[in-house]
């Protein structure tokens, strides 16, 4: 397994990727990347960073993060967006998961990050889990809103 910063040539395989998590999470309905802006975002505005997880040339994963500057200590948090394994027997629980974020905790290292943080769905216990294993915990002194526009 390979563990590499996207490139344009696995636009259509990320899109199938995000249309499964888009499943998985109960917003299908609602998708609307298209090839063409996932590739401006990504590689033209750099809007954020992939990660894609690699076995034998085919795309099994991907993690999806932006950096944000952050005031009181200056240095650069990573968000991730979204991490996702595909679905089948053959890559879930194998690593890939563990593997991704990994090589995201060293570029944090690299680029003197303090922090990495992220949103689990409140009824997705096993990434919970995951997350727990790698050290990761809830936070308890902020909550997360958001308005729709």
Same mark, same amino acid.
């Given at each position: 397994?390979?563990?590499?910063?996207?490139?344009?040539?696995?636009?259509?395989?990320?899109?199938?990727?995000?249309?499964g998590?888009?499943? !998985?999470?109960?917003?299908?309905?609602? !998708?609307?990347?298209?090839?063409?802006?996932l590739n401006?975002?990504?590689f033209?505005?750099?809007? !954020?960073?992939?990660?894609?997880?690699?076995?034998?040339g085919?795309?099994?994963?991907?993690?999806?993060?932006?950096?944000?500057?952050?005031?009181?200590?200056?240095?650069?948090?990573?968000?991730?967006?979204? @991490?996702?394994?595909?679905?089948?027997k053959?890559?879930?629980?194998?690593?890939?998961?563990?593997? @991704?974020?990994?090589?995201?905790?060293?570029?944090?290292?690299?680029?003197? +990050?303090?922090?990495?943080?992220?949103e689990?769905?409140?009824?997705?216990?096993?990434?919970?889990? !995951?997350?727990?294993?790698?050290?990761?915990?809830p936070?308890?002194?902020?909550?997360?809103?958001?308005? +729709?526009?």
């Amino acid at each position: 397994m390979l563990i590499r910063n996207a490139k344009p040539s696995d636009i259509p395989e990320l899109l199938e990727m995000m249309r499964g998590l888009a499943k !998985f999470e109960g917003y299908l309905d609602k !998708f609307k990347v298209t090839e063409e802006e996932l590739n401006n975002r990504l590689f033209k505005r750099a809007d !954020f960073q992939c990660l894609v997880a690699e076995d034998s040339g085919v795309a099994i994963g991907y993690l999806v993060f932006y950096v944000l500057p952050f005031t009181y200590d200056l240095t650069p948090w990573l968000w991730i967006k979204e @991490l996702y394994v595909v679905g089948n027997k053959e890559y879930r629980r194998k690593g890939v998961g563990r593997a @991704l974020m990994g090589y995201l905790i060293k570029e944090a290292y690299e680029r003197g +990050s303090a922090k990495i943080k992220w949103e689990v769905l409140s009824t997705n216990v096993d990434a919970q889990a !995951f997350y727990q294993q790698l050290g990761g915990a809830p936070e308890q002194k902020w909550q997360i809103w958001s308005l +729709s526009i």
